[in-house]
């Protein structure tokens, strides 16, 4: 493997479907396979994932007979959550009811891949993934790094940053409304603070 790429957990017991995602795959990260709960468990609890590919309905044993079970999906899901809070989960599932989007969106998943149509949604769906990650890295970076300091200078670690901070100085004089758009977790409360300390009303409340 590769250290240099970004590594991938994809979790899925048909073989056709992982065969398929891992051929898209694998030329340009390092890709790792779980066929079931067990497997993707050990792996999960051992190994540092940037992206992890989850099929929600996977084999488990009832009454001796193999079956697909959603709930250890969603198991899984949380595991992934509580052993890796800032990787990206896409899932995939040949199932795309109403309900099941609904339930998975509530735990935090980044994309939803519907089986039929595999193929042409990977590339989209790998660079939103790969931007959420970095998002929320940096979010993380500069929620440990940065402070205020007596003079007021923002400290920041990512150099994109900078940019957003030349941004902040500028609007943050005048008198007018202003949206701050992004993912969750990235750092617009962060920022809102910033652009209230630096503005006329820094005397005031920040609500």
């Known amino acids: 493997q590769n250290p240099s790429k970004i590594t991938v957990l994809l979790v899925e017991d048909d073989e056709k479907d992982r065969s398929l995602i891992l051929s898209a795959l694998r030329e340009q990260y390092n890709v790792e396979v779980a066929v079931d709960y067990s497997q993707a468990e050990n792996k999960i609890r051992k190994s540092n994932f940037d992206i992890v590919f989850l099929d929600l309905m996977l084999p488990v044993k009832i009454g001796g007979k193999i079956q697909e079970d959603g709930e250890l999906g969603f198991k899984l899901l949380k595991l992934i959550r509580e052993c890796e809070p800032l990787v990206p989960i896409v899932v995939i599932s040949a199932l795309a009811s109403t309900k099941m989007v609904l339930k998975i969106l509530q735990e935090g998943i980044v994309d939803f891949i519907v089986k039929d149509n595999l193929e042409d949604q990977l590339p989209m769906i790998m660079r939103r993934a790969e931007l959420i990650r970095q998002g929320r890295?940096?979010?993380?970076?500069?929620?440990?790094?940065?402070?205020?300091?007596?003079?007021?200078?923002?400290?920041?670690?990512?150099?994109?940053?900078?940019?957003?901070?030349?941004?902040?100085?500028?609007?943050?004089?005048?008198?007018?409304?202003?949206?701050?758009?992004?993912?969750?977790?990235?750092?617009?409360?962060?920022?809102?603070?910033?652009?209230?300390?630096?503005?006329p009303r820094s005397s005031g409340p920040f609500v």
């Open 137 to 199: 890295i940096e979010h993380l970076i500069l929620r440990r790094e940065s402070r205020v300091l007596e003079n007021n200078k923002f400290v920041f670690a990512s150099p994109v940053m900078e940019t957003v901070i030349d941004q902040v100085t500028n609007v943050a004089r005048k008198d007018i409304s202003i949206l701050l758009l992004g993912e969750t977790g990235v750092g617009k409360e962060v920022i809102a603070r910033e652009l209230h300390g630096r503005s």
